[in-house]
């Protein structure tokens, strides 16, 4: 295994069927990223894209934030990807992967809570709109 230094990137309609090494694929369309993780293990690393996920920035350049901690794979890599040159952290510990987690699971958890109210007011509104 050989760990990367930078990405390229693809902007994709859909992901491959194969993901190439050094290279982040972005679908607006999925709102996602996708890259195999940078450390040469070869786990497909997907990073959704929004409020509940990562944020991108593109100039040229691909910035993912926050980092990329893969605590749940054998490799443990973590790292940050900023103007598409790799930054390494150190390994993600079980105590990081975990809180890690719970942070996504609760940003999910807000963002369906935030929608509901919001859906049942627009579905009111074009019901109310079809009488």
Known sequence: MSRHLEVDHQFVEVLPAVLEPGLVYISGTHNIAAHLCCCGCDEEIVTPLGKAGWTLHYDGQVTLSPSIGNGALACRSHYII?????????????????????RDHAAVQELHAMRGPRLAQALRAIFNWLR
């Open 82 to 102: 900023r103007d598409s040159q790799i930054r390494w952290l150190s390994e993600m510990t079980e105590k990081q992967h975990a809180r890690a987690h719970a």
